[in-house]
Antibody, heavy 124, light 110 residues
């Protein structure tokens, strides 16, 4: 059974750094599957942040999030990460990792498997 | 403002059918056959219900169906059940290294 288990909720101050994680199990992390990150701001819809291919760390970002966050992966522990260097209050949201069914020219098609979400709160 | 436009709400009585629309442009919905629909209950992660316009993942009831005409995609839920009450989001491949989503539709089962 494919499972994506995310790290717990975080409360941070503006300007602090943060890394959240997504541990995959139930499939081969490095065999043909990408892992994406998405954002859902309070009471709002979903936004695609970016995606990584853990086998070689090939990473693509949505133009809206390029330069704002960093996506990485450690294939030795089947874990993907989303990282901020300096948080802003507007980064407060629930962040999901998800595995797409397939990729279309470097962009995920549809997300079949989801993590449970990590709530990030940034407040002074 | 979301890239794809969905009605904020929809409703129907048990057993009825309801259709939720998702309107984009020729650069996303109208240009590709990569429209997906997600169901999200409060406090839970989204669940994929339809992908590639009309394909159903394993385990999704055939009461859920998808279609597309020009720049508008649609999700139809037939034989409404209480557990169908949730938020529904559409998404579409939009070329240029991006994937866009709708703002969501809250489906109420009366």
């Amino acid at each position: 059974e494919v499972q994506l288990v995310q790290s717990g909720a975080e409360v941070k101050k503006p300007g602090e750094s943060l890394q959240i994680s997504c541990k995959a199990s139930g499939y081969s992390f490095t065999s043909g599957y990408w892992i994406a990150w998405l954002r859902q701001m309070p009471g709002k819809g979903l936004e695609w942040i970016g995606i990584i291919y853990p086998a070689d760390s090939d990473t693509r970002y949505s133009p809206s999030f390029q330069g704002q966050v960093t996506i990485s992966a450690d294939k030795s522990i089947s874990t993907a990460y989303l990282q901020w260097g300096s948080l802003k209050a507007s980064d407060s949201a629930i962040y999901y990792c998800a595995r797409p069914i397939l990729m279309i020219r470097g962009v995920p098609d549809a997300f079949a498997f989801w993590g449970q979400g990590t709530m990030v709160t940034v407040s002074s | 403002q979301s890239a794809l436009t969905q009605p904020p709400s929809a409703s129907g009585s048990p057993g009825q059918s309801v259709t939720i629309s998702c309107t984009g442009t020729s650069s996303d919905v109208g240009g590709y056959s990569y429209v997906s629909w997600y169901q999200q209950h409060p406090g839970t992660a989204p669940k994929l219900m339809i992908y590639d316009v009309s394909k159903r993942p394993s385990g999704v009831p055939d009461r859920f169906s998808g279609s597309k005409s020009a720049n508008t995609a649609s999700l139809t839920v037939s034989g409404l059940q209480a557990e169908d009450e949730a938020d529904y989001y559409c998404s579409s491949y939009a070329g240029s290294n991006t994937l866009v989503f709708g703002g969501g539709t809250k489906l109420t089962v009366l």
